[in-house]
């Protein structure tokens, strides 16, 4: 849309892209990231600025390297990732907080309360307390666009990088935003500074005073800013402290008849706010997802509040929650999933990886999993997966179940891991196969994309995040440069094949790595086959084409029944039919067109 001189504009965004919008409009000029749902959307936007250099990185660890190595040059850079993958980014995070920035460093990371996409529900506000770095927290779009500007304004003044928290709420529902042109700032120059950037003991201990007198800084900012504001009620018999979504649920539900305390800067908070706030209301209550953060600062301070005695540690917040816990008259509202029938997560029709999983629960395999829209094998009825625990560790572990159990275990034993995954944080755990030499089987499930959070590029695919062509990572050479003599690459599809090389691999006598290869089956440029069909008259109702849990397929009837809506025509279900009831269109009965009463089927 064109911007009319002198006018601004409004648009209606999704949190993510509000933020995305705020970082090209602070001059951004470097933006690595990992994607990691809710926050994937954040880096999408941010590249489809060609002002603004933005990648895709293996990990968040190295996302984060190369936006504090951006920021040291003198640009303003973004490094965005979920609340498991701070994990994966600790190590340079808390050594960033001692060396602090050049240009301004916007860190975020998304939480997702609720775990909709994730595998715990661990709250980011507690590394921004640990490691001594600020942390805002919007509650809108208009908010993650304004924030993220503020934020490098902070990481500039106070020489820190800053972490911008979302959830997912925020990062994936729509509010009214005002853009503004794109401001590039100044360059800084880069100047030499060993005792600032080289972190050796000598140094460091010289940079934590700094550090603490920052954190005093910017706790004096937190009474001022505007980032934290009060909104006055008409009745002070109870006042609340509370962000981000949270918020909203506060103004919903309560509407202006309590005054509420609305943080933006959740680190540091500011103490004399809240206690110049707790002093003019008689019942203080903090509304907060997840962990008792502010609750916990607010009583150290010597200030009676309450919070977790009134709501859950656990779970996403909502308008009908407060309600309950607060004993009030629920509204007469009609929920939008009342009545829908449960939906549970399943492997795509096609999905490759349900060929490998089948052939593994078929050899009694003991599979260790990992993080990846392949975890579903773990879901009745392939049921195949029986550990996941976070991005790589399905190599590290299948090395100590092995190294603990010796024969017992080792010819029975997988780990599989999809190809994304693998370059995240998997060749590291390979790397410690060869080298102490457990007799460990690996399976790479090369689906050719980064799947579960919505197929994004990866180091293996050969497109970088605008799609322009990348360098390649060559997943078989790289396997054998590692030490691997044995590695083979199977088509999925292939259910014969693919028997053969996991029996033969787990008979070997030394580390293997499989590569289960073929195309993520929602690809745009992946061509399908014609969808199949059932001749009734073939069909024993012997259900076995039903043990791969394929959302194509169903009984009808008794008989089954095939979608074809959904069949891409992979072929898997037909091999493990032996009544050839399952067929393609060049081998089902065919009607010659005669008057109805002379029909026949040839």
Not at 82 to 102: Q, S
Not at 152 to 169: A, L, N, Q
Not at 332 to 347: F, H, N, Q
Not at 390 to 399: Q, Y
Request: overall charge negative; some cysteine; glycine content about 8%.
């Amino acid at each position: 849309m064109s911007r009319k001189a002198g006018y601004a504009m409004k648009e209606l965004m999704l949190g993510n892209k509000a933020f995305a919008r705020g970082l090209y409009e602070a001059g951004v000029s470097v933006a690595s990231s990992y994607p990691g749902t809710p926050s994937t959307e954040v880096t999408e936007e941010v590249a489809k600025f060609d002002e603004v250099y933005t990648e895709w990185a293996p990990n968040e660890k190295v996302a984060m390297e190369v936006a504090f190595g951006a920021s040291l040059a003198g640009k303003r850079s973004f490094c965005g990732m979920k609340h498991v993958g701070m994990n994966v980014a600790a190590d340079p995070l808390f050594t960033v907080a001692y060396t602090g920035v050049n240009a301004g460093m916007v860190i975020c990371v998304a939480d997702d309360a609720g775990m909709h996409s994730s595998q715990n529900e661990q709250d980011s506000r507690h590394y921004a307390v640990s490691a001594k770095i600020p942390m805002l927290e919007p509650s809108d779009s208009s908010e993650a666009l304004n924030f993220a500007k503020q934020a490098y304004e902070i990481s500039e003044k106070f020489d820190t990088p800053v972490i911008m928290k979302m959830c997912t709420r925020v990062a994936h529902s729509q509010s009214l935003v005002e853009t503004s042109e794109r401001v590039l700032p100044e360059v800084k120059t880069y100047e030499k500074d060993i005792a600032k950037y080289v972190m050796m003991p000598g140094n460091a201990i010289k940079r934590h005073p700094i550090v603490e007198k920052r954190m005093d800084d910017l706790r004096a900012f937190a009474e001022t800013t505007d980032l934290n504001r009060i909104d006055e009620g008409s009745d002070n018999a109870m006042g609340f402290i509370t962000s981000s979504t949270s918020y909203q649920y506060v103004k919903e539900v309560f509407g202006d008849k309590y005054p509420v305390l609305k943080l933006g800067l959740v680190h540091p908070i500011p103490a004399n706010k809240i206690k110049a706030f707790s002093e003019k209301v008689d019942k203080l209550v903090v509304v907060e997802e997840l962990d008792p953060v502010f609750e916990e600062q607010i009583k150290a301070m010597g200030i009676e509040v309450s919070g977790k005695d009134i709501l859950p540690i656990l779970g996403e917040f909502s308008q009908s929650l407060l309600t309950e816990k607060f004993g009030l008259e629920k509204k007469d509202t009609c929920s939008a999933l009342e009545g829908l029938p449960i939906r549970p997560p399943v492997m795509c029709a096609g999905c490759p990886h349900r060929g490998m999983f089948y052939t593994l629960k078929k050899n009694k395999c003991t599979v260790l999993g990992d993080i990846g829209c392949y975890t579903l094998g773990a879901v009745a009825p392939l049921s195949t997966i029986e550990m996941t625990l976070c991005m790589g560790a399905s190599v590290s572990s299948i090395h100590g179940f092995n190294k603990a159990l010796g024969s017992e275990s080792e010819g029975k034993t997988v780990a599989v891991i999809g190809d994304s995954t693998f370059m995240h944080s998997g060749m590291t755990g390979l790397a410690n196969i060869a080298y102490n030499q457990s007799n460990s089987t690996v399976v790479i499930l090369d689906n050719s994309i980064t799947g579960m959070t919505g197929h994004q590029q990866n180091p293996t695919t050969g497109f970088n995040i605008k799609g322009d062509p990348a360098g390649k990572i060559d997943l078989e050479a790289l396997c054998k440069a590692m030490g691997f003599n044995r590695v083979r690459v199977v088509d999925p599809y292939d259910l014969a094949e693919a028997d053969k090389v996991v029996k033969e691999e787990l008979a070997a006598n030394e580390p293997s790595v499989i590569i289960s290869r073929r195309p993520c089956a929602l690809l745009k440029y992946v061509k399908h086959k014609p969808s199949l069909h059932v001749d009734r008259d073939n069909c024993k109702s012997c259900r076995a084409c039903m043990q791969i849990g394929c959302p194509a397929i169903s009984f009808k009837e008794g008989k089954a029944w095939v979608d074809n809506t959904l069949c891409v025509g992979c072929g898997v279900c037909q091999q493990l039919c032996h009544f050839d009831a399952l067929l393609t269109p060049e081998n089902e009965p065919k009607t010659v067109l005669l008057p109805p009463d002379k029909a026949v089927i040839l």
